[in-house]
């Protein structure tokens, strides 16, 4: 898994290269939580480059976006593929963390 | 091989670290020891012993090598060589060299024991 | 300050190490006494402990007893000879590191290299001067203690090593035990109501696996069941699972929500289980029987694995998008309900039996197990459960699941 970070607007992009699971936690772990003590106000994480998400990366997700609301900080989801947006939905995800399909429907969110 | 030196104190002293105590115990050592190996030598050539020639020669080349007696160690090293060639003729002529070198530098070293050494 | 203080001035590392290397013993073997005495001063001189052999077999007694640090040995030697000499240490397992330098007026480059062939480190000249004696010795003395360091950390490693390995047995001791207990708490196979009647596999891919399920009689009209799975891996993910079993046992149930109602047990949960601090959670399908009506009410927490298996009909899945327990706190989850037909089949799965992966990488998927269920329809139910684990190893090419692979079958007699 790579994760680039960069700036886009007011909010941070994280893009996700490779699969989100149990054995990339840590990694993707460590980068959303290097933004979030950035005192960053919306987090971005792009999923399009995302092939698979297990349940472990569901969790993380979850966890990210429960503690961006603890700091009223606002922490969205991008363009994930057919397969991951189905395991999200079945999740119920939708109804806890955004999911855009452009990247200028995320910013002016 | 005139050229070559008997004996060469500031060099054995040199070797010896400057330990002029040391230098009296190695030469003490070498007078003692070296007449048996010109005798194990002697022996062997007598009796045709290629091994045991170039053996005792070796040896005591090796016990010259702390007392710094150039002259005395080129024929100890000449002899061993001539004792692995097993060449017994040339050999004795340069046992003989071998023999008279040795008194020389015992006579050098007891000089020197006798006469003192520059401070 | 005084010099001899006693509180404070600790010896520098720099200062031991140079004190250390002083005090080396050094074993000098030398069969010629003149050489033999002018060295071993010399060595002396530069502080070191030296021992003196005058040939080769006692030197080796004298290394075997006294381990010396170095050991400084004559090329040429009746009997014995140096390269011997050598040879005869490098066997000794205990004195085989220990640096050797052959003493030689030799400098063939032949010579040398048998010299280092047969087991010498280094070379001295009987000539040297006290410069090079002092350089030799000190690099044979320093690798010398850089080859013990390393025999001394390995020997380390090794030990360490076995009270890993210790403790690991006596921690898969301690996980066979724990999973001796929960594996207890399993259903028996057989018949858990009249009229119904159970069989499942389960391959846990640890000792103690993280999925577990239960098919229960809650009272004389009532059978309850359930299947959970824990996120993430390991022996963390089993313990957690573990409490939530224990949670969902049926007196627990009763006595916390007064009923086994799918969506209350469901609501409950959710409040109790809480996503872990690294983001772990359980999703969770409950249902409960009422055996009289053969009514089914269930629901779901994310769990996706629960298909209906109809005589005669095409298969279904039990489920409709819901969180998984602990996503979030205000989750409303929603009991639905069906009545089951005589030899109706239920299959409630763990997603490790859905998710194994092809060796490209492709899930086997929920669809392909549908199709091995409905395939098997007139088989025995248990036949039917062992060809789908047959069928997903055969799709992962591999016995071992990386995560646990369980499937219950619950059948209706005719």
């Known amino acids: 898994m790579e994760i680039t970070q960069r700036a886009s607007k007011d909010a941070t992009v994280l893009d996700v290269n490779g699969d989100l699971t149990y054995s990339n936690r840590a990694a993707f772990k460590t980068a959303v939580e290097q933004v979030k003590s950035r005192n960053c106000q919306h987090l971005i994480v792009n999923l399009e480059q995302v092939r698979f998400v297990d349940s472990s990366g569901l969790g993380l997700l979850v966890l990210m976006s429960q503690s961006f609301k603890l700091t009223q900080a606002k922490f969205s989801l991008l363009k994930p593929q057919s397969y991951v947006r189905e395991i999200m939905c079945l999740a119920n995800i939708p109804k806890m963390i955004p999911i855009y399909e452009t990247e200028g429907d995320a910013l002016t969110a | ?119 | 300050m005084p010099l001899h203080s006693t509180n404070g001035l600790v010896p520098s590392a720099d200062s031991t190490a140079a004190s250390s290397f002083l005090v080396a013993t050094i074993l000098l073997v030398e069969d010629e006494p003149v050489t033999r005495t002018s060295m071993a001063a010399r060595l002396k001189r530069l502080g070191h402990r030296v021992l003196e052999a005058g040939n080769g077999r006692e030197a080796l007694e004298v290394a075997g007893r006294e381990r010396p640090d170095l050991i400084i040995v004559d090329w040429m030697m009746p009997e014995m000879d140096g390269p011997t000499f050598c040879e005869s240490v490098r066997r000794d397992p205990t004195m085989k590191s220990i640096y050797i330098l052959l003493m030689t007026s030799h400098d063939q480059p032949a010579q040398i290299a048998e010299g280092l062939a047969r087991g010498a480190d280094d070379f001295l000249s009987k000539a040297a001067s006290k410069q090079e004696i002092t350089a030799r010795v000190l690099a044979g003395l320093r690798t010398g203690r850089l080859v013990r360091e390393l025999e001394v950390t390995g020997a380390q490693l090794e030990s360490s090593l076995v009270l890993l390995q210790t403790k690991q047995t006596e921690m898969e001791a301690d996980l066979q035990s724990a999973a001796t207990f929960v594996h207890s708490l399993l259903p028996q196979p057989g018949s858990p109501a009249p009229g119904l009647s159970l069989a499942w596999e389960y391959q846990p891919a640890l000792t103690l696996g993280g999925d577990l399920f239960n098919v229960t009689a809650i009272d004389a009209d009532h059978l309850g069941l359930y299947i959970l799975d824990a996120s993430g891996h390991g022996v963390a993910a089993a313990l957690r699972s573990a409490s939530l079993m224990t949670f969902l046992q049926v007196d627990n149930i009763l006595r916390q929500i007064g009923s086994y109602d799918p969506e209350k047990v469901l609501r409950e949960a959710n409040r109790q289980f809480p996503l872990s601090a690294e983001g772990e959670y359980f999703t969770l399908w409950v249902g409960q029987i009422h055996l009289p009506t053969r009514m089914l009410s269930y629901a779901s927490a994310g769990h996706h694995g629960v298909l209906l298996s109809p005589n005669e009909r095409p298969s279904r899945w039990l489920t409709r998008p819901s969180s998984p327990l602990g996503f979030d706190q205000e989750a409303v989850f929603v009991s639905d309900q069906i009545t089951l037909q005589p030899a109706d089949r239920l299959f409630l799965l763990s997603d490790g039996i859905y998710e194994a992966a092809s060796p490209t990488g492709e899930p086997w998927g929920r669809w392909r197990f549908q199709q091995a269920v409905e395939a098997q329809q007139h088989e025995a139910l248990a036949t039917t459960i062992a060809h789908c684990f047959t069928e997903a190893r055969r799709w992962q090419a591999q016995r071992e699941f990386l995560d646990d692979a369980a499937v219950v079958g619950l059948e209706l007699s005719v």
């Open chain 2, 1 to 119: 091989m005139e050229t070559l030196a008997v004996f060469v104190l500031s060099e054995a002293l040199d070797l010896a670290d400057g330990d002029q105590e040391l230098f009296l115990t190695l030469a003490n050592l070498f007078m003692q020891e070296s007449p048996k190996e010109l005798a194990a030598a002697r022996s062997a050539l007598a009796r045709q012993d290629a091994r045991g020639l170039a053996e005792a020669a070796h040896k005591l080349k090796g016990s010259v090598l702390p007392i710094c007696a150039p002259r005395l160690f080129e024929r100890a090293q000449r002899l061993e060589l001539l004792g692995r060639q097993g060449e017994f003729a040339e050999a004795a002529s340069v046992c003989a060299d071998v023999e008279s070198c040795l008194a020389e530098v015992h006579a050098a070293l007891r000089n020197a024991i006798a006469g003192g050494f520059p401070s």
